[in-house]
């Protein structure tokens, strides 16, 4: 591993254990271990439930962002679960990359097509969870924060301007092709041939999908997916002493998950934790309780990320791939290689 690789990780971990110890530093153990035992434990089964069901539907989606490819829903579910269980185990975010390796391997999806469509996605997924953080203040308006207003109106801006630059990109491809067929002259022939074939699948999956009939289903299909994981919070919220309200888990649910942007430990512990428990108090009305909140985080955490590593693990196992595999695939002999094989210019 690089030197760069080994800050990059340091820094994700200093900064999980840093929000970490300031989130429990205010919290009674006994106190968390007394809300625990008092939750109620059985609303777990259909949070879990919901969970999945917005896997399925971010599936369906994701095959509507690779219109030319007609890769099949179960396949793109096991894909994304896998590529869900790299990134809450693997640290820097490698489920991307297992992704694009997988349905290289298992559906023949060039990179170039791959990496359009995982872009297209968080743009989706930013400009979803911004218009729903933001519906939720409004109906909090008396007693949410004015940090989240001014957070969700950045958030919603950065995500609308990057669904502007991906539109000028999906109408002016030529231009985008021809820039970088300059730029790539400067670089080694190999590389600058991987390059442009990774354009070239880039903006061609992204021409497919800009019809306004197919952006309103994608649309439709991304804010129905963010509903059903912010359900979850709902759902889990229920079992515990607090003010549960669908606004209230909707506003905490799109916060914990921005926080995920910052740099942290796999898993985002601390990040989701620390931005979960401080707007859950901050916007509750009432007094929370630290350690009953710090409880329900735990249980949130727990149940969005424990089912997904076992059912991904799971699904790995059955598949005879490893992450070891995977990882280590942009270091296979490129002769004679196919994309299935793990040979990352053939997947381009």
Same mark, same amino acid.
């Given at each position: 591993?690089?030197?760069?690789?080994?800050?990059?990780?340091?820094?994700?971990?200093? %900064?999980?254990?840093?929000?970490?110890?300031?989130?429990?530093?205010?919290?009674?153990?006994?106190?968390?271990?007394?809300?625990?035992?008092?939750?109620?434990?059985?609303?777990?089964?259909?949070?879990?439930?919901? +969970?999945?069901?917005?896997?399925?539907?971010?599936?369906?989606?994701?095959?509507?962002?690779? @219109?030319?490819?007609?890769?099949?829903?179960?396949?793109?579910?096991?894909?994304?679960?896998?590529?869900?269980?790299?990134?809450?185990?693997?640290?820097?975010?490698?489920?991307?990359?297992?992704?694009?390796?997988?349905?290289?391997?298992?559906?023949?999806?060039?990179?170039?097509?791959? %990496?359009?469509?995982?872009?297209?996605?968080?743009?989706?997924?930013?400009?979803?969870?911004?218009?729903?953080?933001?519906?939720?203040?409004?109906?909090?308006?008396?007693?949410? @924060?004015? +940090?989240?207003?001014?957070?969700?109106?950045?958030?919603?801006?950065?995500?609308?301007?990057?669904?502007?630059?991906?539109?000028?990109?999906?109408?002016?491809?030529?231009? %985008?092709?021809?820039?970088?067929?300059?730029?790539?002259?400067?670089?080694? @022939?190999?590389?600058?041939?991987?390059?442009?074939?990774?354009?070239?699948?880039?903006?061609?999956?992204?021409?497919?999908?800009?019809?306004?009939?197919?952006?309103?289903?994608?649309?439709?299909?991304?804010?129905?997916?963010?509903?059903?994981?912010?359900?979850?919070? +709902?759902?889990?919220?229920?079992?515990?002493?607090?003010?549960?309200?669908?606004?209230?888990?909707?506003?905490?649910?799109?916060?914990?998950?921005?926080?995920?942007?910052?740099?942290?430990?796999?898993?985002?512990?601390?990040?989701?934790?620390?931005?979960?428990?401080?707007?859950?108090?901050?916007?509750?009305?009432?007094?929370?309780?630290?350690?009953?909140?710090?409880? +329900?985080?735990?249980?949130?955490?727990?149940?969005?990320?424990?089912?997904?590593?076992?059912?991904?693990?799971?699904?790995?196992?059955?598949?005879?791939?490893?992450?070891?595999? %995977?990882?280590?695939?942009?270091?296979?002999?490129?002769?004679?290689?196919?994309?299935?094989?793990?040979?990352?210019?053939?997947?381009?």
């Amino acid at each position: 591993m690089s030197r760069g690789a080994w800050v990059r990780l340091l820094v994700s971990f200093g %900064i999980s254990a840093g929000l970490l110890f300031l989130v429990l530093r205010t919290m009674d153990p006994s106190r968390i271990g007394a809300a625990l035992s008092t939750a109620d434990w059985r609303l777990v089964a259909p949070a879990i439930a919901l +969970y999945f069901a917005g896997v399925w539907i971010r599936s369906v989606r994701w095959g509507l962002l690779l @219109p030319q490819q007609s890769v099949p829903t179960y396949i793109l579910f096991r894909t994304m679960v896998i590529g869900f269980t790299a990134n809450n185990v693997l640290p820097v975010r490698m489920g991307e990359v297992v992704r694009a390796y997988l349905l290289g391997r298992w559906a023949s999806v060039p990179y170039g097509s791959t %990496i359009a469509s995982l872009v297209l996605e968080r743009i989706l997924d930013g400009l979803s969870l911004a218009l729903l953080l933001l519906v939720s203040l409004r109906f909090l308006a008396d007693v949410a @924060p004015g +940090y989240l207003v001014a957070a969700g109106s950045v958030a919603g801006a950065g995500f609308c301007a990057g669904a502007l630059l991906l539109a000028l990109a999906a109408w002016r491809s030529s231009a %985008i092709l021809t820039l970088v067929r300059f730029f790539t002259r400067l670089l080694p @022939p190999r590389v600058g041939e991987v390059v442009e074939r990774l354009a070239t699948g880039f903006v061609g999956e992204l021409a497919l999908v800009r019809g306004w009939r197919r952006l309103a289903q994608i649309a439709g299909l991304s804010l129905l997916a963010w509903c059903l994981e912010l359900g979850v919070f +709902y759902v889990l919220m229920l079992g515990f002493a607090l003010p549960a309200s669908v606004p209230l888990a909707f506003l905490v649910g799109a916060a914990a998950n921005f926080a995920t942007v910052v740099p942290s430990s796999p898993g985002y512990v601390g990040t989701f934790d620390g931005a979960l428990v401080k707007v859950l108090t901050d916007s509750a009305g009432v007094v929370v309780d630290p350690a009953v909140a710090g409880a +329900y985080a735990l249980v949130v955490h727990a149940t969005l990320f424990l089912p997904v590593i076992v059912v991904g693990t799971l699904l790995l196992w059955r598949s005879h791939v490893s992450f070891n595999q %995977i990882t280590h695939a942009a270091d296979e002999d490129g002769s004679g290689g196919t994309a299935a094989q793990g040979n990352w210019p053939a997947a381009a």
